[in-house]
């Protein structure tokens, strides 16, 4: 087992509503990332926190998602107005060191 | 062209077989490399770093050809148990806090 742990699990949502995630890393890691994971289709990184500052957002994070990280432990990701393109899993992982990333089991979401 | 380029196979070999995995990337000045594993459902797990020697773990062999832009993992004597997806993973250069480009996947499944 990891350490990180995501909730919820699963989520369906009809679309145009607001959806919000959770992450909650291995306690002593200071670094923070959030990948999207489509079918078919290797992880794709979205956001990055040190401690509690956002340093790198991904092209792929639309005005519609926003990520927070207050002091620097568990984090949130909103998704606003929901798309069907938005379904997918989202994985969240951490780390202490900069190669070493621990990944949580995921939130996959379902926008109908 | 993607930055990170797998075959995504299926390649189905049985118990005992070597089958071996091809990576390409696209930016000369990466600067690490990985494989990761994930099992159907699941979060990817590190299975090894690359090097430029090639390092070896067990039945795993990778390599590392910088002029190519090329990554291989060699599995030899394969498992049931190595039924997975093999994620190879780039941290590009200019990259101080890590963040993971990963290829596709390719899909292996090891039968009887």
């Known amino acids: 087992d990891t350490g990180v742990s995501q909730n919820p699990r699963h989520k369906i949502t009809k679309r145009g509503q607001n959806v919000t995630f959770r992450c909650d890393p291995i306690?002593?890691?200071?670094?923070l990332y959030w990948y999207r994971q489509t079918l078919g289709q290797g992880p794709e990184f979205l956001t990055y926190?040190?401690?509690?500052?956002?340093?790198?957002k991904s092209r792929l994070l639309s005005d519609r998602f926003s990520a927070e990280r207050p002091k620097g432990s568990f984090s949130t990701l909103e998704i606003q107005r929901t798309e069907q393109g938005d379904s997918a899993m989202y994985l969240c992982?951490?780390?202490?060191?900069?190669?070493?990333?621990?990944f949580g089991p995921g939130t996959r979401l379902t926008v109908t | 062209r993607k930055e990170v380029e797998q075959d995504p196979g299926p390649f189905n070999v049985p118990e005992g077989a070597t089958v071996a995995f091809n990576c390409t990337y696209s930016n000369s000045a990466s600067q690490s490399f990985f494989w990761y594993r994930q099992d159907c459902r699941k979060e990817p797990k590190l299975l090894m770093s690359v090097y430029s020697s090639g390092n070896e773990d067990g039945r795993f062999t990778a390599q590392l050809n910088r002029a190519s832009q090329y990554i291989s993992l060699l599995i030899r004597d394969s498992k049931l148990s190595d039924s997975a997806t093999y994620l190879c993973?780039?941290?590009?250069?200019?990259?101080?806090?890590?963040?993971?480009?990963f290829g596709q996947g390719t899909i292996l499944t090891v039968h009887p």
């Open positions: 926190f040190q401690n509690e500052a956002q340093l790198e």
């Open positions: 993973v780039v941290i590009p250069t200019g990259t101080s806090y890590g963040k993971l480009t």
């Open positions: 992982a951490s780390s202490r060191a900069v190669y070493e990333q621990y």
């Open positions: 306690s002593e890691h200071n670094r």
